[in-house]
């Protein structure tokens, strides 16, 4: 699999407030996951979108993904403190449906 | 899903000594890792521990260094041989249920100190 390219490298908001971090990619993915890392702890699976999906919702989480740009955000609506965490991206290739291959992250604190 | 623990959760040892971290999950998952993420870092994939044979090694990391076992399909081992301070990070270990079906499912790390 491939490393995806989160962006931004670090986000600060208020609680109640929308987050939207992305992430791109190089090539042609059969999906992408999002994962979530409260502080040095396990990651933890968030949301999968697979390539002929548009966008998918879980809960306050938005994901859109545009294969054309190879590009893909997550959107978590109406913060909360306990989202703070790292939030890291993962493009599942076809040639490689094994491994998770990290960027560096999206780090987010959400202010009480 | 599956549910994943490790053992130590932390620790603390000396230079030139080693340390053997167990990883065992509630239900068997056809494949397993092995991830280091050194402070403030992402996570960087170690190896494939692969169940009954030698673990497949991403480049840089080395069996000598990092020796690791699967002896089922619900357990590993991770050793780190030699330890040196720059080996102070936090080990995850990780599965997969159905392969290439989706989430991967990761254990809570363990937090190694060199000194």
């Known amino acids: 699999s491939q490393q995806g390219e989160e962006d931004p490298q670090a986000l600060s908001i208020q609680e109640g407030e929308n987050a939207t971090m992305n992430c791109s990619y190089k090539t042609s993915i059969n999906n992408l996951q999002w994962y979530r890392q409260n502080s040095g702890r396990g990651l933890v699976h968030l949301i999968l979108?697979?390539?002929?999906?548009r966008e998918k919702h879980s809960g306050r989480l938005r994901v859109t993904l545009d294969t054309s740009k190879k590009s893909s955000s997550l959107l978590i609506t109406a913060s909360r403190a306990a989202d703070t965490a790292s939030y890291f991206c993962?493009?599942?290739?076809?040639?490689?449906?094994?491994?998770?291959?990290f960027g560096t992250g999206t780090r987010l604190q959400v202010f009480p | 899903s599956a549910v994943i623990s490790q053992k130590p959760s932390r620790d603390i040892c000396q230079r030139g000594t080693s340390l053997t971290i167990q990883c065992q999950v509630d239900?068997?998952?056809?494949?397993m890792f092995w991830y280091r993420q050194q402070p403030g870092q992402s996570l960087t994939l170690i190896a494939t521990a692969n169940q009954g044979s030698e673990a497949t090694y991403e480049s840089g990391f080395v069996i000598d260094k990092f020796p690791i076992s699967r002896p089922n399909l619900t357990f590993s081992t991770l050793t780190v041989s030699n330890m040196s301070p720059e080996d102070s990070s936090i080990y995850l270990c990780?599965?997969?249920?159905?392969?290439?079906?989706?989430?991967?499912?990761f254990g809570p790390g363990t937090r190694l100190t060199v000194l």
């Open positions: 993962a493009p599942i290739t076809s040639y490689n449906t094994d491994k998770l291959i």
């Open positions: 979108i697979r390539s002929n999906e």
């Open positions: 239900s068997q998952v056809t494949m």
């Open positions: 990780s599965g997969y249920g159905e392969r290439g079906a989706g989430e991967q499912f």
